[in-house]
């Protein structure tokens, strides 16, 4: 038998699996799926489901119209024959709401980016990636070819200098609006202003801004006037505050007919469920009847932040930093048990010494149950000494 240095057999090519495994347990970055059993009733702040639109009753009537009518599959590619007058009323829906003139949705939020990133940048271009975006961004950059600047989170001067002393002729710049972990927004208006200003298109990832920011929900670009500026796309999710699946570009008629031509995660991929996308436009429906449900959810995390002696909060998460991962899941485990379902974040979704409990507050919470989960992680925290 051959092994290598660290006593692998070499005859087996996957023979490495296991002491790889070991290693992430010993760095405390094992992880395991849990699973939710209906019946089994925790107070959940570790989804994105930020208006508790998931289970509301015209949310579920969209998704079952859209079955009865188109079956539980899209069958086929979007531009082969998977695309469903409901897809299309969708898309309508979703350009008027957010204030852009088209939208092309895909089959989820990470294929959109990947998308969307891909097919407006290539071999040649460049490309300036602000440090907090999303892994779907992260992987779009790696995937497109292009040149690739990643700059501090939110430094802007430093997105003017690369764009600046570029010698590529067309670059884009790519930024979460709202940073996924901890909530903070990002300087849309001064990043696109630093990218028209350098002849740059600025793509901005909407996904925990969409019903959380702006009027009535649209978002921190629409908040920020931006909504339908040129040069401007927009990605948005149908997952966290629509409740459904999905993702979705938004821009002019000229970038969504390249997508449609460009975009492989488009393409070669099954259209958006029928389900989803009546799921989605019932969630549409909601949050247009009811534009107070973002204050509600705000005010929500501002409560919880208050009474766990966290920062106020820009969006819908809570970001308690414990440092070690391995605190970190002792500390998501304990609230677990105690009815309290928690994020649990480590690297590499955020930097090594940063593991946190994330929570995500939701618009449906009342009061009381503001308050139970801020005693349960409260007192967690301080029985483990981290507070």
């Not at 090594?352 to 994330?358: A, D, F, Y």
Request: proline residues 4%; charged residues 25%.
């Amino acid at each position: 038998m051959t092994v290598d240095r660290t006593g692998v057999d070499l005859a087996d090519a996957l023979a490495w699996l296991e002491p790889d495994a070991r290693l992430r347990a010993a760095e405390g970055l094992h992880r395991e799926l849990v699973v939710r059993d209906v019946g089994r009733e925790l107070i959940n702040l570790a989804s994105n489901d930020y208006l508790g639109l998931s289970t509301h009753p015209s949310v579920l009537a969209g998704a079952h119209d859209a079955v009865d009518s188109w079956g539980g599959g899209s069958t086929a590619s979007r531009l082969v024959a998977g695309t469903t007058r409901a897809h299309a009323d969708l898309e309508g829906d979703l350009a008027d709401f957010l204030g852009f003139s088209a939208a092309l949705v895909f089959s989820s939020g990470y294929l959109a980016n990947i998308g969307a990133v891909t097919a407006l940048a290539g071999r040649g271009d460049l490309i300036v990636s602000d440090a907090g975006t999303h892994a779907s961004l992260i992987d779009g950059c790696r995937l497109s070819r292009a040149r690739v600047v990643v700059v501090d989170r939110g430094d802007v001067d430093a997105v003017a200098g690369v764009l600046r002393e570029r010698p590529e002729e067309r670059a884009l710049v790519v930024t979460d609006s709202v940073y996924s972990i901890d909530g903070a927004p990002a300087p849309v208006g001064e990043l696109y202003r630093a990218a028209r200003s350098s002849g740059a298109a600025l793509l901005v990832d909407e996904a925990h801004a969409l019903g959380v920011r702006g009027r009535g929900g649209r978002g921190l670009v629409d908040e920020c006037g931006l909504s339908g500026a040129p040069d401007l796309v927009v990605t948005a999710v149908l997952s966290k505050s629509l409740g459904a699946q999905g993702g979705a570009v938004l821009g002019d008629d000229a970038v969504r007919a390249h997508l449609i031509d460009r975009a492989r995660t488009f393409i070669f991929d099954t259209g958006l469920n029928p389900a989803a996308v009546g799921a989605a436009r019932g969630a549409l429906g909601v949050l247009r009847a009811a534009p107070d449900l973002p204050d509600r959810l705000r005010a929500n995390a501002e409560r919880l932040a208050q009474r766990l002696g966290a920062d106020r909060p820009a969006a819908a998460v809570v970001s308690l930093i414990v440092g070690d991962p391995a605190v970190a899941v002792d500390a998501a485990t304990r609230c677990r048990e105690r009815g309290v379902l928690v994020g649990c974040f480590r690297p590499p979704s955020v930097p090594h010494g940063t593991s946190r409990l994330r929570l995500t507050v939701r618009a449906d919470l009342d009061a009381a149950t503001i308050d139970r989960v801020a005693t349960v992680v409260g007192g967690v925290l301080s029985e483990m000494g981290l507070r």
